[in-house]
C-alpha cells in the first residue's frame, strides 16, 4: 500500500482543525446555552473537559456550590448540560406531573437485570435495554403503579410491621460493638447493620454482614457494591467502553479462572440475590413459611402481580442506597453524639421517661431524638448525587436565560441541606437548629424546613422516608440505652473542640463535617472511630 502523501496528511490534519474550531465556535457563540457563566473553559465543549474530570474525582457537588455562589443560579457544565442552585426551580423542576423527566443517560445505569426498578424507571426506560420489561408503558403511569405497590411497605403505616425486623438486627448490633471495647470505625460496623437490616426487608434472607463484621473482616460483597457508586461518572460517561471492559474480563476470566476482587465480590453479590430470589419464589409456589416473619420487598411484589423479574431488580436496586446512605448517617450521628456526653445523658432520661419505648409514634415524638436524627441526616447528606432532568418540548425559561428542549438540568439536594443562608455554619453538626434552647420542644422555622429535602420531592420523593426514620430512631435509641458513646478524635477535630469546650462549658459542642468526597453517595475520607462504653 502506498503511503499517503505528505501534502494530503497535512490537508486532512488543517480540515480537522478547522472542524474543531467551528465546533467551538457554534458551542461558544450559537447555542442558546451561551448566555450562561461556564464551570470552567472547557465546559461548553465536551463534558469530559470538565463535568466527568470533576465527578471522577467525586468533586463535582462539592465544587458547584462554590461557583454558584460566585456565578449565579445557573452554571453550563457541558455542551448541552447545566447545573442550578435554587430551590424555586427546584421546586418547579421536581413538582407533581413535572414535565421535566429523568435522563436515561444516566438513571439506565441503575438498571438491574434489564428490568427497571423504582428509581430507574424513565420515560424511555424500554429503549436503553432490549432485556428491559415491556410492562413499562410510560414514567408516569409505571411510576405511580409502581409506587402504590411499594407502598403497601413503606407508608408509615405500615411501619409497625418492620419494627420487629429492624430490632433482631439493631440486638446483634448491640452485641457486636459491646465486644469493640477498644473502640471502632463506626463506618463499616454500621453499614453491616444495614445492610443486614435491608437483605432481610428485600429479600427475606439475612446476607451476614454484622457476622462477618464480628470476625475481624468487613463482607466484601457489600463493600464492593458500595464501591460501585465510584464508577458512575464512567459508566455514564463511557458507557460502550465500560461494557467492552466487562467483556474482555469475562473472557479473561473463562480462560484463566482469576477475577479481581471488585468483579468476585460483584458475582458473589449477584448470585445470593438470586439464590435468595429462587428461594423465595419457591417457597411461595409451594406455600410454604418463609425462613423471616417478617414482610419482605420480593414477595410483596410478587404477591401483587408484578413479574417476578421485576421484583428481583426491586430488592437488588433497594439494598445499595438503602444500605449506604442510612449507614453513613447512623456512623455520623454516633460520632457526633460521642463528642457530647451531657446531650447523650439528657437524651437517655428522655428515652428511659417513655420506658426505652420501641413504637415509632413514641420515639418521634421525642424531641431530642428528633432533633438528633433530623439534623444527622441533614449534616451527612449522604444521598449526594445529582439529579439529572431533561428539558420538555419546547424549551423552558429560567432567570432570563431560555433552555432548549432536551438540555440536561441537574442539581443535588445535598446544596439545600447545606445552604449556609437556612442553616447557618452548615457543615457542623447541631441539634439545636431544631430545638428550643432547653431541648423540651421543636420549634418552627419555615427556612429552614422549606431547604430542608434529603429525600427530593415531588413525585420522585424517595419511598424510602419512613423506613429510614425508624431505622434511626431504633438504632439511636438502643445504643443510647446500652451505651455511653466515647469518640476517638482525629487531630484536627480534637482542636477544635477543646476550643469550643474553653469557651463555652456546658454548651453543646458542634462537629465538624468529616472531610470526603460525593459521588452517588458521600464517601468520607477518614475514619470515624468511637468507643462504646456498656453502661452499668
Known sequence: MMPLPLSLLAECTVFVLVGLCLVRIVREYFSPLSSLPNAGVGAPYSRLLWAFPTEYKGCITLDLPKLHEKLGPLVRIGPNEVSFYSMEMYDAVHKVNSRFKKDPRVYGEFVQGGSPALFSITYDSFQLNDRISTDLLSDPVEHSKRRRLMGQLFNRSQMHKLEGLMLNHIDHFVQT???????????????????????????????????????GAELEMIA???????????????????????????????????????NKAMLDFHQWAEKSWRTMLSDNANQEKSTSPFPNLIQTMVNSNLPSSTALSEATENLGPGTDTT???????????GSNPSF????????AAVSFSTDMTTLEGIPRLRACVKEGIRWTGAAAAMLPRLVPESGAEFYGHFLP????????????????????????????????????????????????????????????????????????????RNFRVRVHLLPHHRSYLDEEKRSSPGVFRHVELPDRREWVAAVPTERLMAALEPRL
Not at 327 to 337: D, K, N, R, V, Y
Open 177 to 215: 460493638v459491646a465486644s469493640s471495647r477498644d473502640g471502632a470505625n463506626l463506618l463499616p460496623v454500621c453499614r453491616a447493620l444495614e445492610a443486614d437490616i435491608m437483605s432481610e426487608f428485600s429479600f427475606g434472607h439475612t446476607i451476614g454482614a454484622l457476622d462477618a463484621f464480628s470476625q
Open 327 to 337: 449507614s453513613a448517617t447512623l456512623a455520623h450521628i454516633l460520632w457526633a453524639l
Open 405 to 480: 428542549e432536551n438540555t440536561v438540568i441537574s442539581s443535588s439536594p445535598i446544596w439545600y441541606l447545606h445552604d449556609s443562608v437556612a442553616f447557618p455554619r452548615p457543615k457542623e453538626f447541631n441539634p439545636y437548629r431544631w430545638l428550643t434552647s432547653d431541648g423540651q420542644k421543636i420549634r418552627d422555622d419555615p427556612l429552614r424546613d422549606k431547604f430542608y429535602i434529603p429525600f427530593s420531592k415531588g413525585a420522585n420523593i424517595c419511598m424510602g422516608a419512613h423506613f429510614a426514620y425508624l431505622e434511626l430512631f431504633l438504632s439511636i435509641s438502643q445504643v443510647i
Open 344 to 351: 447523650q445523658e439528657d437524651l437517655f432520661q428522655d428515652l
Open 224 to 262: 464492593k457494591n458500595d464501591e460501585k457508586a465510584t464508577w458512575m461518572p464512567l459508566l455514564t460517561s463511557f458507557p460502550g467502553l465500560c461494557n467492552m471492559w466487562e467483556w474482555t474480563e469475562q473472557i479473561l476470566s473463562s480462560i484463566t479462572g482469576y477475577r479481581n476482587p471488585y
